[in-house]
């Protein structure tokens, strides 16, 4: 069964460090584009960053840049989401997300910036 499970989102104080997890199982992992989205309340949901299936391609969201880093371990099946610098407006349901070749979405993790 095909799922991913996101892992790391927590409560930090502004300026802090978080690293999410996603965990991608029943999936030919190597093939997919991926990408975190996040979702603050009454907003939309946005683009956070994008990582190619190999790796080489990152884009990130112009309101992260600089200060979020994402990644990924096809051996593990995973991609992360290093979190520096982190503000209140960071505050928002962070989700992982198959990107290409077909979508498919995670459950989401709750990251709060808040002191």
Known sequence: Q???VE???GLVEPGGSLRLSCAASGFIFNNLDMGWYRQAPGKERELVAFINSNGYRRDY???V????TISRDNSAKKVYLQMNSLKSE???VYYCKVVRPFEYWGQGTQVTVSS
């Open 2 to 4: 095909a799922q991913l």
């Open 7 to 9: 892992s790391g989102g």
């Open 61 to 63: 969201g112009d309101s």
């Open 65 to 68: 840049k600089g200060r979020f």
């Open 90 to 92: 960071d505050t928002a």
